[in-house]
């Protein structure tokens, strides 16, 4: 075995394999051994459906998949996907956590399986299903449902048990070989790592066999070699093997031979644990209240005190991450950490059993409490961009802290507080069914008249109205003015008024709707409120006078709306006033600036992924593209059905098309009664279906004057979504307009 691993000592080291469309992490360590294992799973992924890949925590489960359905990865048109199950914790929120690892947002009220079984129809997918021991039951419902109603979706789950789910083929993972005359796989895997923490070290006939021993000592167990190589930062590979030894030996009683592998694993993971220095293990324990990363500002603040100074804490993280116990990760927003999910485990254990885990939580709530205020109050501003990702990255840790609000007797107002503050994620970034998911789970919980129930209930009512849900949200509104009135509660009923107003407009009448939002615009003057929403009640009420007609006072609303937003940065509501100023222009008759403000708003509204500001922008355009372009220069009926169809795929991820109004039905009625005057009923319908084969990157790119009639352009997967474009300033985008 010593001159097998010297000789070639890095020849199953794997590259790792070119870039494919979907949703695989990059690898950031190298991929060693698992030929045959990649081979056979290969195999199974070629001719069936569902396999899942078992075995022990700690041994390679993970990697496995994620290598081979890179290099599957090429057989699927629309991708690979890796959905992370192991941060969910709420069986409910599974169906989200899919669509949200495979880019498709979706504000409607529907189960999410349902979503996804209609938007993954007619595409060929991987998804991957990582860490489903504690959700079995879920995953196997998920996997059945989608492979059941989508013949081109392949699933690749990793779990410490069984699916048992129909159809399903077992690979089972045992650890690297370590027996004599095996494969030199864990031998090569430890010199890897060990090269990662000591760049000096080299693999010798000297030290082979010593290696070969410790990976024997570890069963092969691929996270235990992994944790024995952190240690030679400080010890040789002879003083690793005697002081695991000696570790063994304490707790087997001297029966090396008999110990079982989840128990080698175990030892392994503890004595890195004793290992560690007492802060260490502290903060080892503490981390494990994260789900999913977190950065630095947040483990300080979660973590430090009682042991452990705030200044002492980038020093013991980066003790923790070069003994292999911390990942360390280069995302957009810097550098970022997490725990393994086993080592989570362990941590999670010490903590228990110092009885300071409720601490923890309630400061891991609090800290994520902060990210939402702050969040909210950035997100007024020019920085919404940032915001937006921000929130994202943070969005596993919001849904535990939501989770420990709702366990937990007497933190059900923080439950609320923390689910409202979220409307700008909820609505602003494609999360509307998740936002409903949380807020009617804390109103439920609660009904004391407070502040943060009245905001919950604006919000949910906000939330339902946009999807159209117009028999929810007239309680909840009603609701939050009573309760604001009884109460005094100046600000929950300028807000309560203005929602309202959003379900007259919606509920097409929009002489109500102006009433309540000039009401609900002069509360906010009176207690001085000025951010997003108060911009988007103008750009309602401006909306409201155009539908009756009144196109001089939408207009003077509208022109308020754009002052203020180049005021103060604020892209996201001057989206929404962009696609009104659009219709505006277009009443008018001034068709190039009409094109240029909806295409303006379908630029912004991509940049926050906010699928109704597309789609709405885009339906204007379609009808903008029957307008002639000069004189005798005819409009582009094809181009203009092509739009609709790409419009009407986006529309069943919104919710009901045009939330069920009439009057914003109003431009697609027009085009779609232009597009008949010069069309057949079969080019109608065949150049309807090529729109509607666009994803919503392609639709925009379309939109935005890429593409050709003739030239639908090319199917995309089921929704990923590219870099979104640099955000201009604001001031820009009027030059534009």
Known sequence: MAGDSTARPRETTQRPPEPAPGGLPAEVTSFVGRREELARLAGLLAGTRLVTVTGPGGVGKSRLAVRAAARAAGAFPDGAWLVEVSPVQDPLLL?????????????????????????????????????????????????????????????????????????????TLAPLPVGPGAPPDAVLLFADRARAVLPS??????????????????????????????????????????????RFRLLTGGARTALPRHQTLRTTIGWSHELCTVQERLLWARLSVFAGGFDLEAAEYVCAGEGIEPDEMLDLLAELVDKSVVLREDGPCGVRFRLLDTLRDYGGHWLR?????????????????????????????????ETAERTELAHPNLRAALEFCLAEPGEEQLALLLAGTLWFYWV??????????????????????????????????????????????????EECRRQALDTGDDRALAYAVHRQGCAALIGDDPVRAAELFEEALWHYRTIGELNSNVLMAMF???????????????????????????????????????????????????????????????????????????????????????????????????EARILQGAAHRIW???????????????????????????????????????????????????????????????????????????????????RNS
């Open 540 to 638: 309602e009420l401006g909306i409201a006078y155009l539908f009756q007609g009144d196109q001089e006072s939408g207009a003077l609303w509208l022109g308020q709306v754009r002052e203020l937003c180049e005021e103060h940065g604020e892209q996201w509501a001057y989206a929404y006033a962009l696609y009104a100023l659009a219709y505006s222009h277009w009443l008018n008759g001034d068709i190039r600036l009409a094109r240029s403000c909806a295409r303006e708003s379908v630029r912004l509204n991509h940049l926050f992924h906010d699928l109704l500001g597309i789609v709405l922008a885009i339906d204007l355009l379609a009808l903008l593209e029957t307008e002639p372009t000069g004189p005798g220069v005819p409009g582009d009926l094809r």
């Open 201 to 246: 070290f080299e693999l010798t006939p000297a030290n082979a066999e010593g290696i070969a021993q410790l990976c024997r000592r570890l069963d092969g167990i691929p996270l235990a070699v992994e944790l024995a190589a952190g240690r030679l930062r400080a010890l040789s590979v002879e003083q690793i093997g005697v002081r695991l030894d000696d």
């Open 95 to 171: 169906g989200h956590a899919v669509l949200e690892a495979l880019h498709l947002t979706d504000g409607t009220a529907r189960p999410p399986l349902d979503i996804l079984a209609e938007r993954l129809t007619g595409h060929r997918l991987l998804i991957v299903l990582d860490g489903c021991e504690h959700l079995v039951a879920s995953c196997a419902e998920l996997a059945d449902t989608l492979l059941r109603a989508v013949p081109g979706l392949r699933v690749l789950a990793t779990s410490r048990s069984a699916l048992r789910s129909a159809g399903e083929h077992l690979l």
């Open 353 to 385: 059993a110092a009885g300071d885990e409720q601490r923890l939580l309630r400061r891991h709530r609090d800290w994520y409490l902060g990210v939402a205020t702050w969040g909210e109050v950035e997100w007024f501003g020019p920085r919404q961009a």
């Open 652 to 734: 069943q991820a919104v919710g009901k098309p045009f939330f069920g109004s009439r009057t914003f039905n109003g431009p697609h009625r027009d085009c779609e009664e232009r597009a008949r005057t010069g069309l057949t009923e079969q080019e109608l319908a065949d150049l309807f279906d090529c729109g509607a084969r666009l994803d919503v990157n392609a639709a925009v790119h379309r939109a935005l004057g890429g593409g050709h009639p003739d030239d639908p352009g090319p199917r995309s997967g089921p929704g990923p979504q590219p870099p979104a474009p640099e955000p201009s300033p604001v001031r820009n985008s009027r």
């Open 428 to 477: 602003g970034c494609g999360h509307l069914g998740e936002g409903r998911h949380w807020l009617d789970r804390a109103l439920a919980l609660d009904r004391e008249p407070t502040e943060a129930r009245a905001k919950a209930l604006w919000v949910t009512g906000y939330m339902a109205t946009l999807q159209g849900d117009l028999g929810s949200a007239r309680p909840a509104l």
